[in-house]
Antibody, heavy 121, light 111 residues
Framework: QVQLVQSGSELKKPGASVRISCKAS????????INWVRQAPGQGLEWMGW????????TYAQGFTGRFVFSWDTSVSTAYLQISSLRPEDTAVYYC??????????????WGQGTLVTVSS | QSALTQPASVSGSPGQSITISCTGT?????????VSWYQQHPGKAPKLMIY???NRPSGISNRFSGSKSGNTASLTISGLQAEDEADYYC???????????FGIGTKVTVL
């Protein structure tokens, strides 16, 4: 079935970098664009942006420019989120979620299971 | 871009119906029929419950329904069950600089 599987939890020190992966299966990778969504502890969902899996073009939401980078590797059907210069306030669960703009599908499905990133000294 | 407005919490007794509102503007909720709703249980990923305002994906109970009037979309849960206790989020397509705007989330409590 169509699914997204994310990499495991990460514990990082402030100032370090982290890369989260989101591997697609059950469909042709370029069919779905990939969104990234952040959820800080006890908080709501926050849209970070998306990457066009056909072109690799990223779009970043306000507040997620500079330290956040979306990338992709079609050969392994995987999207990536890299966060550099980590801060304690980056501690959150990060989700990837698919959508299909080319098919006028403007909802998020499937979702990855989430990746917890903890930033602590 | 401002988040969509949702009530912080809604509660109801088993068997009752509850409605969660999601208020935006004419640039998002009011301008497009691209509102979707998600259920999130603690420690779990969000789950699509309603898409395009009022459509249910395969496998979603018909106790869940969606509607829209003007700039406000609504999710109604009828015949409330204990398993419905969760957080619910709306998401709308928008004509702003970026394509999506999220609701702030509503905690549903089954009394």
């Amino acid at each position: 079935q169509v699914q997204l599987v994310q990499s495991g939890s990460e514990l990082k020190k402030p100032g370090a970098s982290v890369r989260i992966s989101c591997k697609a299966s059950g469909y042709m990778f370029t069919t779905y664009a990939i969104n990234w969504v952040r959820q800080a502890p006890g908080q709501g969902l926050e849209w970070m942006g998306w990457i066009n899996t056909n072109t690799g073009d990223p779009t970043y939401a306000q507040g997620f420019t500079g330290r956040f980078v979306f990338s992709w590797d079609t050969s392994v059907s995987t999207a990536y989120l890299q966060i550099s210069s980590l801060r304690p306030e980056d501690t959150a669960v990060y989700y990837c979620a698919g959508w299909r703009p080319a098919s006028m599908v403007f909802w998020f499905d499937p979702w990855g299971q989430g990746t917890l990133v903890t930033v602590s000294s | 871009q401002s988040a969509l407005t949702q009530p912080a919490s809604v509660s109801g007794s088993p068997g009752q119906s509850i409605t969660i509102s999601c208020t935006g503007t004419s640039s998002d909720v009011g301008g497009y029929n691209f509102v979707s709703w998600y259920q999130q249980h603690p420690g779990k990923a969000p789950k699509l419950m309603i898409y395009d305002v009022s459509n249910r994906p395969s496998g979603i109970s018909n106790r869940f329904s969606g509607s829209k009037s003007g700039n406000t979309a609504s999710l109604t849960i009828s015949g409330l069950q204990a398993e419905d206790e969760a957080d619910y989020y709306c998401i709308s397509y928008t004509s702003g600089n970026t394509p999506f705007v999220f609701g702030i989330g509503t905690k549903v409590t089954v009394l």
